[in-house]
């Protein structure tokens, strides 16, 4: 119930291209989705965050959408850069709590 | 702005060896957190300090493993008689405030262990 479903393992867009990434959870009580992206030698850096109150939030290229009955979540990269070729790792946390779960990670290449 | 910095980056010990893991967080930032992240992995949740105290330990997987933060700045991940399983990437995050999962956590590059 503490886990955070991630797919798919890897992705491989062209540029310009929709990259979308999806993750499930279980627990009700997760009420923070933030996603990280990670690039080889770096450690994660927060992209973009949600809290299951709005149903989408978009900054720029990057649009989290939120169903909160599925309580599922994705991420969708807009218009595909090489430059967005990294692992990308979903994450949600427990209302009034630190602690991330993590997903598996998505390892996405973007051709040029 | 400096960032969060792990020492050493690479660290590779032999069964049995005990090894200690630094991180130095963001300065000004209250909360500090362990994760362990095995290959093809999320980062797992490992210790959690709140300044000096450390407040939760739950995610350590036994008692080989250790941590501390004297000054409320910087930490140490001590894994004592290591075994071959305790190989993965080790990281540390820093957080302004504390206590709240929307406190955005500033990962650090990790230390990679490997125990021969």
């Known amino acids: 119930q503490q886990q955070v479903k991630q797919s798919p393992q890897s992705l491989i867009v062209q540029k310009g291209g929709i990259s979308i990434i999806n993750c499930a959870y279980e627990?009700?009580?997760?009420?923070?989705f933030p996603w990280y992206q990670q690039f080889p030698g770096k450690g994660p850096a927060l992209l973009i965050a949600?809290?299951?109150?709005?149903s989408e939030k978009k900054e720029g290229r990057f649009t989290i959408s939120f169903n909160k009955s599925a309580k599922q979540f994705s991420l969708h990269i807009m218009d595909s850069q090489p430059g967005d070729s990294a692992t990308y790792f979903c994450?949600?946390?427990?209302?009034?709590?630190?602690?991330?779960?993590f997903g598996t990670g998505t390892r996405l290449k973007v051709l040029a | 702005g400096a960032g969060v910095s792990q020492s050493p980056r690479y660290k590779v010990t032999k069964r049995g060896q005990d090894v200690a893991l630094r991180c130095d967080p963001i300065?000004?930032?209250?909360?500090l957190y362990w994760y362990r992240q095995a290959l093809g992995q999320g980062p797992e949740f490992l210790t959690y300090?709140?300044?000096?105290?450390?407040?939760?330990k739950s995610g350590l997987p036994n008692d080989r493993f250790s941590a501390e933060r004297p000054e409320g700045s910087i930490s140490t991940l001590t894994i004592q008689r290591t075994e071959q399983r305790d190989s993965a990437m080790y990281r540390c995050?820093?957080?302004?405030?504390?206590?709240?999962?929307?406190?955005?956590?500033?990962f650090g590059p990790g230390t990679r262990l490997t125990v021969l």
């Open positions: 995050a820093s957080s302004f405030l504390g206590g709240s999962g929307t406190d955005t956590q500033y």
């Open positions: 627990n009700t009580a997760f009420d923070y």
């Open positions: 949600i809290r299951p109150d709005v």
């Open positions: 994450a949600a946390s427990l209302s009034g709590t630190y602690k991330y779960i």
């Open positions: 300065s000004g930032h209250v909360s």
């Open positions: 300090f709140n300044y000096e105290a450390q407040q939760d």
